[in-house]
């Protein structure tokens, strides 16, 4: 029978990990702590596809191991499943700073839905100033509006 | 139900609830305080309040009031989860309805009838939620991890849906957790000598102890149903999960077992959860997940919340997430 999203994968390079795939109770990510040396550690986690809440618990532990060391984490284009865990729990983000992260968008015009990359420090202040951010749709290159709730979707960068 | 109160200070929306409840149910009567539908309660009654009504003085009278009539309260989800949570778990409700008018045209009764006749709720399953015709696929796992190529089957069949990424995931969430609790805690919900197994280990599931998964779409919601043989988890146990996202600094459970959040992440991922509980029978869970574009992008501020329970014996639930 098929997977029911892609396996988890992590690909690793001297102060960066890029995870991908599927975040659950096969993932191990508190074991893949340990393998971290010490230093700043970028995580791009663009291309997580899901997690559930057993991945959830593994996430925590893998940044609670992380902070413990002293190791400082920056989170790349953080996929929407990830945001959702983080504005749930404050530990799912941890001592993490985000750099960047997906927004959910959708054009009126020709009915597009989907993820936008936004950067942390561009959408703080349109949202902090009770903006909403928006982007150009990439079919109509319309204006795709944001497709979640303000207050609630960003909390995590409070 | 001998009587439906309607307790909100907002002209507009008493006139939608009134609308459908007159319409779909039968008589109402408007008050705009706990303290004026108290002195309404006579036999089994109804009680539609608002949050800001459920938030002020004399709600809890009411409640009293209306659980002893034998009759029940439903919560109008006015405010995001920190607003309504915490009167579901202080008042012990077992009904968050939408705040929505289009959503309270179905749902509102829908769920007015299932407490007038709560008989055989989980014979019907997500039938009930569906449009008429509505045809549901079932799967039944044989093995314990046999639930991740049955959450792999569901994808295929809500690909072929052509559902949004985000409603995709929505919904292999909502099974994805059900199946797990199913699968893991209501064992241990039943028998408390039971130890929770160890999630890494692979077994078989016994014939009598088997969880169904059902899905189904009528092109405005996507209906998730997983049901157990167990019976054992109570209203109570679902309130304490739902409530964990009242506070933020909630931290997942450690062990082997479950994290203790999969019933939280669930309620989240749906715009309605509904349990059918059949005490010592049945657990039966449904996500419903809408598909209409909205403005939200689907997501309800608060998802509606429905614990029906079925006449039985009393439960006596454990953990459950």
């Known amino acids: 029978m098929a997977e029911s999203a892609p396996t988890f994968t992590v690909a690793s390079a001297p102060g960066r990990l890029v995870m991908a795939g599927r975040i659950d109770e096969r993932a191990r990510l508190a074991e893949l702590a340990e393998t971290v040396t010490a230093g700043p550690l970028v995580v791009d986690l663009g291309d997580v596809a899901y997690i559930n809440s057993l991945g959830v618990r593994d996430w925590v532990m893998f940044l609670r191991r992380l902070a413990e060391r002293g190791v400082e984490v920056t989170l790349e284009r953080c996929a929407e499943p990830m945001v959702l865990q983080m504005n749930m729990i404050l530990d799912a983000r941890g001592h993490a700073r985000i750099a960047s992260f997906v927004a959910p968008f959708a054009c009126d015009g020709c009915g597009w839905e989907g993820g936008r990359l936004i950067v942390t420090a561009e959408v703080l202040p349109v949202v902090e100033g009770g903006g909403t951010p928006e982007a150009e749709c990439p079919e109509c290159q319309g204006r795709a509006r944001f497709a979640d709730f303000v207050d609630r979707y960003f909390l995590f960068l409070a | ?321």
């Not at chain 2, 989800?77 to 949570?85: D, Q």
């Not at chain 2, 709720?121 to 549901?136: I, Q």
């Not at chain 2, 078989?204 to 149903?225: M, N, T, Y």
């Not at chain 2, 657990?283 to 598909?291: F, N, V």
Request: net charge neutral.
């Open chain 2, 1 to 321: 139900m001998r009587r439906v109160i309607v307790v909100h200070r907002d002209r507009k929306s008493q006139r939608t609830l009134s609308r459908v409840i007159a319409s779909g149910v039968g008589p109402v009567t408007v008050v705009e305080t706990p303290a004026a539908a108290r002195a309404l309660v006579d036999g089994a009654t109804a009680a539609v309040v608002s949050a800001e009504a459920a938030a002020g003085p004399g709600f809890g009278e009411l409640a009293a009031a209306v659980r002893t009539s034998g009759g029940h309260l439903l919560l109008c989800g006015e405010g995001g989860p920190t607003a309504v949570l915490p009167l579901v778990r202080d008042h012990e409700l077992d009904h968050v309805v939408s705040s929505d008018p289009v959503d309270l045209a179905d749902e509102l009764p829908l769920t007015l009838r299932a407490l007038a006749a709560p008989a055989g709720l989980c014979e019907l399953g997500a039938a009930r939620y569906l449009s008429h015709g509505a045809r549901l696929e079932e799967l039944v796992p044989t093995r314990t991890h046999e639930r991740v190529a049955l959450l792999g089957r569901l994808r295929e069949g809500l690909a072929a849906m052509e559902l949004s990424a985000r409603q995709e995931r929505q919904a292999a969430l909502v099974a994805d957790e059900l199946l797990a609790n199913a699968i893991y805690d209501a064992p241990c919900a039943r028998d408390e000598a039971r130890r929770e197994s160890a999630r890494a280990a692979d077994r078989e599931i016994i014939p009598a102890e088997r969880p169904r998964l059902r899905w189904g779409s009528d092109g405005r919601h996507v209906a998730i149903e997983v049901t157990d043989p167990f019976g054992a988890v109570s209203p109570a146990t679902i309130r304490a999960h739902v409530a964990r996202l009242i506070d933020r600094s909630t931290s997942p459970r450690q062990g082997n077992g479950g994290a203790g959040l999969g019933l939280a992440m669930t309620f989240l991922a749906t715009s309605q959860l509904v349990f059918h509980l059949a005490p010592g029978r049945a657990t039966q869970a449904i996500g419903l997940i809408d598909l209409r574009a909205r403005p939200d992008g689907g997501r309800a501020l608060v998802p509606s919340l429905h614990l029906h329970t079925e006449p039985g014996a009393a439960t006596s639930g454990r953990t459950h997430g």
